[in-house]
């Protein structure tokens, strides 16, 4: 062999470099999806369930707050907007103490999903547009009504 027919190595072109390291990024993704899909879901911890005298007493609470909320509008201290947003989170609130329902952070929408409490789904999907009634007065009568149903059949 002659010296001058010695050809140096052959550079690799950069793009492969690159492909290799999207190649390993992939890789490396596909293995955590692959853990993180092969752990077991995480439970909830059931929390113990209310006795049926916390119950009985939380419900007299809230109905007792249903009146008390009903009386403030009736003296003008709430117009009725706050009135329905204090109905809702106090109905939300006694839910989510009295089950694994956490209804304080949902809408209506995601408790009728839910399925498990279709009677305060369909209550906040009425909570929403108070505003509009034609008799205010008439109007809280009924949405405190619908939220004492709500509270006594839970």
């Known amino acids: ?11 690799y072109h950069p793009m492969w470099l690159v492909a290799a ?4 990024m992939v890789a490396i993704a596909g293995l955590v999806w692959l853990i993180r899909d092969l752990r077991p879901p995480r439970q909830l911890p059931a929390g ?14 809230v109905l007792t707050a249903i009146d008390e909320i009903e009386r403030r509008f009736a003296r003008s201290e709430l117009d009725l907007r706050e009135s329905h947003l204090e109905l809702s989170w106090l109905v939300r609130s006694f839910v989510a103490a009295n089950s694994q329902l956490d209804a304080r952070s949902l809408t209506a929408g995601e408790v009728r999903a839910s399925k498990r409490a279709p009677d305060l789904a369909d209550m906040l999907g009425r909570f929403e547009e108070p505003t509009f009634a034609e008799d205010p007065q008439a109007a809280l009568k009924t949405s405190a009504d619908e939220a004492r149903a709500v509270v006594r059949r839970w």
Do not use: N, W
Request: charge should be neutral; charged fraction near 20%; avoid cysteine.
């Open 48 to 61: 113990p369930a209310p006795s049926l005298l916390d119950l009985r007493d939380a419900r007299a609470r």
């Open 1 to 11: 062999m002659v010296a001058s027919e010695i050809v140096p190595p052959v550079a």
């Open 21 to 24: 390291a999207v190649a390993a």
